[in-house]
């Protein structure tokens, strides 16, 4: 008996530790489901209810439930309200039905040792305040118990209703078609029509299990009106059975005293059969709690220093892995260079000068500078307007190369948070670094689109007059002007003396400028194709490289212990801690 007793309180420690944690099955194979347990198939619940009987070797009963476990419960009828507002608080006032389990532990030298699971009865039709899916709600949560192979069934059916017809053991016989796991309980055997009796059922001719058929006699209505308790109802079962002419042989195996025996040691060889297994089980998820805890790594420090430490610790991990991805020593600082050396090229190479300098467009601009009076020798204020139109078309690829190196930037946040191994436990630290980087970034962004941009304006506001003065040195006849005209004959080109319209300029006179102006902005886009990069780089990169967290650092110096318990640290010690208890329980 007392390796009984430890056996079955064994199962009953692990399957409360298992309700804690909230191992209710799922998934895979849980701990819950290895467990060997007792599932009563029948009664009228709405929550599934854990029943735990503990023998005692005397004193008091009492009962406790695991949602109030200081609280020790001496009075039953306050034990079945306390069922009764527990079903309420999660099912409301309605008649719903839920699959969270109510744990129950009952205490007494009146008990055998054996759990229960007391479950929902099965039903036909919705009553009213229940919703249409009530019966296959309640049928789909009885079966996910009495599926499982360490599930025990109570099939629990009433005498005065025909056997054939009792859904318990329809239900039962569907899971267990062999019925090594069934056992058949026959109530209500003292309402019966006079004349009639279920020995047909209690004796196995009528419908046989591998298990005896149980008589048992409940406390009448009468009886829990008027208080009877539970010594004196067994006693008055007892009286029955011995007295009945109909079941009198049949006594010392009737009764719910016998029903506990019979349940406790069936329940204590189906224990001893799975104990290998719930061993295998139980340091299966033992190394995988302790697995976890060592990826979640080392306990924090409670002091705010110890705890800045670890956060400035691993500030500085996730830098050096950004400026590995920059220096090369990791993938994507290339996409950086790619930028500089194809993408703006490239997109240098797409202005539209062509349309800009063409020869009717020249004539437009040198026309509407001149105004009403045409340019006497060479058309200055032509070639400004020229100069600075064509100027302006940089400021796209200039603009366009620091969004494009912002963007590699901040993949590169991202991939190095994410390769950051001492940032993997501190989600709300990822987050926050990400916030604090990319800010950082547009700052840097900001101020890189004002740098190119000023070297762009830079441009226009100072044209490089040696390029025009050695253009004035070059002949200004076309190897066709000079086979065309005598040598002592005034240069067609030159402009006459006095003012002329600028309509009479010939188109070779315009496309020179436009010319003259190509050349120079070549020269300008040359200078821009080596001072943008430089910009860029020495805005954005060199800048996150030297301050990417310079801000994120002044925050975090401004904080007190309690922000970091609680933005940081709180959710890593509750892992810590669960993962703790469930080593602990285990």
Same mark, same amino acid.
């Given at each position: ?147 499982? *192979? /360490?599930? %025990?069934? #109570? ?8 056997? $054939?017809?009792? &859904?318990? +053991? ?105 104990? *290998? /297994?719930? %061993?295998? #089980? ?8 302790? $697995?976890?805890? &060592?990826? +979640? ?120 948070? $994410? ?168």
């Amino acid at each position: 008996m007392a390796t009984m007793t430890s056996l079955i309180g064994l199962i009953n420690k692990i399957q409360r530790a298992c309700t804690v944690l909230g191992d209710h099955g799922g998934e895979g194979m849980s701990l819950w489901e290895a467990l060997p347990s007792v599932a009563v198939v029948g009664i009228v619940t709405r929550r599934p209810l854990v029943l735990q009987l503990h023998q005692t070797e005397g004193g008091t009963d009492y009962a406790e439930f695991l949602h109030a476990p200081r609280k020790k419960f001496t009075d039953f009828a306050a034990v079945r309200k306390e069922i009764s507002d527990e079903t309420d608080r999660i099912t409301g006032k309605s008649k719903q039905i839920s699959n969270i389990p109510i744990q129950l532990s009952i205490y007494s030298p009146n008990v055998v040792n054996l759990t229960l699971i007391d479950l929902p009865g099965l039903t036909k039709v919705a009553v009213e305040g229940q919703p249409e899916s009530i019966v296959e709600d309640i049928e789909n949560m009885v079966r996910s118990y009495v599926e499982k *192979p /360490s599930c %025990i069934i #109570l099939a629990i059916s009433p005498a005065n209703q025909d056997i $054939a017809t009792s &859904d318990a +053991i329809k239900l039962a016989r569907e899971v267990d078609p062999s019925g090594e796991r069934t056992f058949g309980v026959l109530t209500k055997l003292d309402l019966m029509d006079k004349g009639t009796n279920a020995l047909e059922v209690l004796e196995g001719r009528s419908y046989r299990l591998q298990h005896p058929w149980v008589g048992i006699v409940n406390r009448s209505q009468a009886d829990i009106n008027k208080n009877v308790d539970m010594i004196a109802a067994r006693r008055k079962e007892r009286e029955y059975f011995e007295t009945s002419p109909e079941y009198g042989h049949l006594a010392s195996k009737m009764g719910s005293e016998y029903l506990a025996k019979l349940l406790s040691q069936h329940l204590e060889r189906v224990i001893r059969q799975r104990i *290998p /297994s719930i %061993i295998a #089980l139980i340091n299966k998820n033992i190394d995988e709690i302790n $697995a976890e805890l &060592d990826r +979640i790594g080392r306990p924090i420090g409670v002091d705010s220093g110890a705890q800045l430490y670890t956060i400035l610790e691993m500030c500085r991990a996730f830098e050096r892995v950004f400026k590995e991805h920059l220096d090369g020593g990791r993938a994507g600082g290339d996409r950086i260079y790619g930028v500089f050396d194809h993408q703006l090229p490239a997109a240098l190479k797409k202005l539209p000068f062509d349309r800009h300098l063409s020869t009717r467009n020249v004539q437009k601009v040198v026309s509407e500078a001149d105004g009403y009076q045409p340019h006497l020798i060479a058309p200055e204020q032509g070639y400004r307007r020229l100069i600075d139109g064509s100027i302006s078309y940089f400021k796209g690829p200039a603009e366009a190369s620091v969004d494009a190196v912002h963007f590699v930037l901040k993949e590169l946040v991202r991939k190095s948070i $994410a390769e950051t191994e001492e940032l993997k436990r501190f989600p709300t630290l990822q987050s926050d670094i990400a916030a604090a980087a990319t800010e950082a970034l547009e700052k840097f962004r900001d101020e890189s689109r004002k740098t190119v941009l000023r070297l762009v304006d830079m441009e226009s506001s100072y044209l490089t007059v040696e390029f025009f003065r050695k253009l004035s040195e070059q002949p200004e006849r076309s190897a066709s002007d000079k086979n065309a005209s005598d040598k002592n004959a005034p240069d067609r080109n030159a402009p006459p003396p006095g003012p002329q319209n600028p309509e009479r300029f010939s188109d070779h006179h315009f496309r020179r400028i436009g010319s003259n102006v190509s050349g120079y902005i070549g020269m300008v886009c040359d200078t821009l194709k080596n001072s943008i990069p430089k910009a860029v780089v020495y805005c954005q990169v060199l800048a996150a490289k030297r301050s990417l967290l310079n801000q994120f650092y002044a925050h975090v110096g401004r904080q007190e212990v309690k922000y970091f318990n609680f933005i940081y640290f709180t959710e890593i010690k509750q892992r810590r801690e669960s993962e703790g208890l469930h080593v602990t329980c285990l």
